[in-house]
């Protein structure tokens, strides 16, 4: 079954900002190093819909110009939403229904890591709501 690889840029204190907010001052080699290693262990990835949209207008002007977004534009993208109407930046696929059923779905698909780049709101709600397969970092649930 494949994995949920969230990636955040989050500050000691718990904030969570798109990283061309700030995130991107902090980039050294090292953590382009682990971008690379993290984006080649992956072959989908898993946006909310605010994270889509910002996304979309951040990385999809950057065509290939690095390795980061390249991955982001050409890797089919799974956005989950109620109310986008269209996904103009593609591959995209609109996840509508039960989140923790939908998810189950896509890590059952043959296939490597599903990246979960950003998403905040996503990534809490998968770890309160998502898929119960145990993990090292999940109690067990009677």
């Known amino acids: 079954m494949r994995k949920l690889v969230a990636g955040l840029f989050i500050s000691l204190d718990g904030v969570v900002e798109s990283p061309g907010e700030w995130g991107f001052r902090y980039m050294d080699a090292a953590m382009a190093q682990r971008m690379a290693e993290g984006i080649a262990q992956a072959d989908a990835i898993l946006l909310g819909r605010e994270t889509y949209i910002v996304f ?22 799974y956005v989950v939403s109620q109310t986008l109407k269209e996904l103009p930046w593609q591959p995209a696929t609109q996840l509508s229904g039960r989140l923790g059923q939908e ?12 990246q979960v780049p950003g998403s905040p709101s996503l990534v809490a709600s998968l770890l309160r709501d998502g898929p119960r397969q145990q993990s090292p970092y999940r109690p067990k649930h009677k």
């Open 56 to 77: 979309h207008a951040l990385w999809a002007a950057q065509g290939d110009s690095s390795p980061m977004a390249k991955f982001l534009n050409e890797t089919p993208k």
């Open 103 to 114: 998810v189950t779905r896509l890590k059952e698909q043959p296939g490597k890591n599903i």
